[in-house]
C-alpha cells in the first residue's frame, strides 16, 4: 500500500482544515516546499497536493507551489482543488502533476471530465469522491449533494477511471480513524478501482488495518503534523 503524506495550501502555506471547514484552519508551515522535501528524505515518493483556495475559487490559485516543489523534488504529486477548466488541467500538469484529481468538476461537468479522461488517460486522471454520510460532497466540500457515492464511482468505472481518492468528510481531520466500511463497500462493488482511502487516520494501527484491506493507497496529513505517526514508522510500508 502506498503511503501517500498530504500538503493542503491556503495563500501558499501549508495548513490543514477540520471537516473541510475554512473557519478551523490550522498552519504548520509556511514553506511546503520544506515539508515536501521532508517527506522525500524519509523515503516516501508520493505526494497528495491540495489547492484548497483553489477548490473555493473555482480555478487553480496555487501552481506556483506546485512548481516548486515538483521542480525539486522527485515526488510522483497528485494535484486537486480548483481544477475547474481545460487551461487549470494544462497549468496542472505544465507545473509537474503527474496526476490530477477531479471532484467538483466530475460532479458538474461530467462531459468535460470524461473528455479529461479520454485524452489524458486513466492514468492521469484520479476520481475524487467525496463524501458525507454515503452523499458526494463539493466545492471544497461546502456544497452538498443528493448523489450516492457508490453510484457516482459506478458509473465513472463504466466510463474507464482506475484511481479513485475518497475522503468521508465528516472524519477528516479528527483523528477518529478511517471510515473503513465506506472503503470496504467500494472494494466489494468495484475490486478492479485502485481505492486511495483519505480521512481521519489518526495512527499507525489505523494504516494497518487499511494496509489489510489491500488498498492502493492511504493519504495521511494531520496524523504526521500533529506527531500521532512518524515518517519512520511510515517507512515499513516503502515500495
Known sequence: ??????????????????????????????????VAQQFEDAGLTRLHLVDLDGAKEKRV???????????????????GGGVQSDEDLRIVFECGAKQVTGGSIAVKKPDVFERWLSQYGPEAIILG???????????????????????????YVE???????????????????????????????????NIIASGGVSGMEDIE?????????????????????????LSKFLK
Open 1 to 34: 500500500m502506498h503511503i501517500i503524506p498530504a500538503i493542503d495550501l491556503i495563500e501558499g502555506k501549508a495548513v490543514r482544515l477540520t471537516q473541510g471547514d475554512y473557519n478551523q484552519k490550522k498552519e504548520y508551515n509556511a514553506r511546503p516546499l520544506e
Open 61 to 79: 490559485i496555487n501552481w506556483k507551489v506546485l512548481e516548486l516543489i515538483a521542480g525539486k523534488t522527485r515526488l510522483h504529486i497528485d494535484f
Open 209 to 233: 488495518v487499511l494496509a489489510d484491506m489491500n488498498l492502493f493507497g492511504v493519504i495521511v496529513g494531520k496524523a504526521i503534523y500533529e506527531g500521532r505517526v512518524t515518517l519512520k514508522e
Open 129 to 155: 469522491a467525496d463524501a458525507k454520510n454515503e452523499k458526494i460532497t463539493v466545492s471544497g466540500w461546502e456544497e452538498a449533494t443528493e448523489v450516492w457515492v457508490y453510484d457516482f464511482v459506478e458509473n
Open 159 to 193: 466510463k474507464g477511471i482506475k484511481y479513485v481518492i475518497s475522503t468521508d468528510v465528516a472524519k477528516d481531520g479528527l483523528l477518529q480513524g478511517p471510515s473503513f466500511e465506506l472503503y470496504r463497500n467500494m472494494q466489494d462493488q468495484f475490486p478492479s478501482l
